[in-house]
């Protein structure tokens, strides 16, 4: 296998969830041996990951308002009981 071309391909696809058995097969087998594509792998997964809290974090920009705004009640409650 083609280290620089055919394996990273190989990554996005098994990423895109779009790996026949036998290419994962063949990736693994590569990365195995090839410490450049499993560090390149592991970046990979580590944006993606990134990527996907993130998304996480901002896509409820509502209930975050929410939160923020409840804020000084609860610390008074709080504050109260103590
Ligand atoms: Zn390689």
Same mark, same amino acid.
């Given at each position: 296998?083609?280290?620089?071309?055919?394996?990273?391909?190989?990554?996005?696809?098994?990423?895109?969830?779009?790996?026949?058995k036998?290419? =994962?097969?063949?990736?693994?087998?590569?990365?195995? %041996?090839?410490?450049?594509?499993?560090?390149?792998f592991? *970046?990979? /997964?580590?944006?993606?990951?990134?990527?996907?809290?993130? =998304?996480?974090?901002?896509?409820?920009?509502?209930? %975050?308002?929410?939160?923020?705004?409840?804020?000084?009640? *609860?610390? /008074?409650r709080?504050?109260?009981?103590?």
């Amino acid at each position: 296998m083609e280290c620089n071309k055919e394996s990273v391909e190989l990554m996005h696809k098994y990423l895109d969830g779009d790996l026949y058995k036998k290419e =994962e097969e063949q990736l693994r087998a590569h990365l195995e %041996t090839c410490e450049a594509c499993q560090h390149h792998f592991h *970046e990979l /997964k580590r944006t993606i990951t990134l990527i996907k809290s993130a =998304e996480h974090f901002t896509a409820p920009m509502d209930f %975050t308002q929410k939160v923020m705004d409840r804020l000084p009640t *609860e610390k /008074k409650r709080v504050t109260y009981m103590r």
